[in-house]
């Protein structure tokens, strides 16, 4: 008997190492590309050398380089902290919102909130419509975004008050919406000429170019804030998966808890959108990956989908800087990578990964 208990307790430390280290790997993967990131590009810094430039100016002293220190902590720097940001923001959305709806084809975007950013930021640059006013240019843009992205997720919570919001009513009515707005997107860029065409298009591939040190500090701050609210109910997203009438006997509010994970996802989603477009494929593939190493348990799921999808997402934006001779959008990477990717996971990932 107690020859078993030590098995058990042994099988149990095993378990949870595997996970530790996975997430421990990824977060020093993420570190180490993001050193890459702020190194390479058209204008080599050595990679060595671009730590020693951020020491110095966290530091204060005078640039040897001024160029250099331009390169590194002006362009390349922020791009790389706000890929971080983006990608753990995402990946973590996404395995919340995969878990909240018991469906593995869910993301970020399932409840329509990129489509209703599209509207917003086509709105401001097609039109100059904006709906505040005092704003201009990108200011504008981002306070469109934001709140169009949010009206997909208002319709759900709307409909929620008259009809119990399960899984599919919730996917349902963001397709219906998704298609809505996607179709006024369309005749927008109809209209639009070939400069805000083209701005339109790169806006919804998505991009990390448009990162300063101005807006990283809030997408930062809504991605570790959404991470830190889904893992207060990471326990109750486990049993959430299991079924309403399993949660609602263990005593969960399944109903309360898909909008509480709604409105967070929306939120912390919405901010991202708002300043890089539509990033596909990190919200749906990152959990996917990090199931078949360390499987559907909330409490490590989510830690390592964040760290998961900030590496992946910071390797596919030093693809993305070094592809042809003026780089491709971020978005289109991930579109490229992910789509196969996903396929062979679907072919091959066992059914047991979500159980």
């Given amino acids: 008997m107690i020859g078993t208990l030590c098995d058990l307790k042994h099988e149990y430390h095993r378990y949870l190492f595997k996970k530790l280290l996975f997430i421990l790997f990824c977060l020093i993967t993420a570190i180490i590309v993001m050193g890459l990131a702020v190194s390479f590009g058209k204008y080599d810094i050595g990679f060595f050398e671009s730590y020693e430039l951020i020491w110095n100016h966290l530091l204060g002293h005078a640039p040897v380089d001024e160029m250099k220190d331009h390169v590194v902590w002006d362009l390349r720097l922020p791009r790389a902290l706000m890929a971080v940001a983006v990608g753990a923001g995402l990946a973590v959305c996404g395995a919340a919102m995969q878990s909240m709806m018991r469906n593995p084809l869910a993301d970020p975007y399932t409840t329509g909130v990129s489509s209703g950013a599209s509207l917003g930021a086509a709105l401001a640059i097609i039109l100059g419509f904006c709906i505040f006013p005092s704003l201009s240019g990108q200011a504008a843009i981002v306070a469109n975004a934001f709140i169009f992205s949010l009206i997909p997720a208002a319709i759900i919570i709307l409909i929620s008050k008259f009809r119990r919001p399960t899984p599919t009513s919730m996917i349902l009515a963001g397709i219906a919406v998704m298609y809505v707005f996607s179709a006024t997107t369309t005749l927008l860029m109809l209209i639009a000429n070939p400069e805000d065409l083209a701005e339109v298009y790169i806006w919804n591939v998505g991009t990390l170019g448009k990162a300063t040190w101005d807006n990283i500090p809030i997408v930062l701050f809504m991605s570790v804030t959404g991470i830190i609210l889904l893992m207060l109910v990471s326990k109750k997203l486990n049993v959430l998966v299991a079924g309403d009438k399993v949660a609602t006997s263990l005593g969960v509010n399944a109903d309360v808890l898909r909008l509480y994970c709604l409105i967070v996802i929306s939120l912390v989603t919405a901010a991202i959108v708002s300043f890089t477009g539509t990033i596909g494929f990190v919200g749906l593939i990152a959990p996917h990956v990090v199931r078949?190493?360390?499987?559907?348990?909330?409490?490590?799921?989510?830690?390592?989908?964040?760290?998961?999808?900030?590496?992946?997402?910071?390797?596919?934006?030093?693809?993305?800087?070094?592809?042809?001779?003026?780089?491709?959008?971020?978005?289109?990477?991930?579109?490229?990578?992910?789509?196969?990717?996903?396929?062979?996971?679907?072919?091959?990932?066992r059914k047991s990964a979500w159980k």
């Fill in 292 to 349: 078949i190493f360390i499987g559907s348990d909330n409490r490590y799921l989510l830690p390592a989908s964040a760290s998961f999808g900030a590496a992946m997402l910071i390797c596919a934006d030093c693809l993305a800087k070094e592809a042809g001779s003026t780089g491709l959008p971020v978005g289109v990477i991930t579109a490229i990578i992910g789509g196969p990717l996903f396929i062979l996971l679907l072919i091959k990932q």
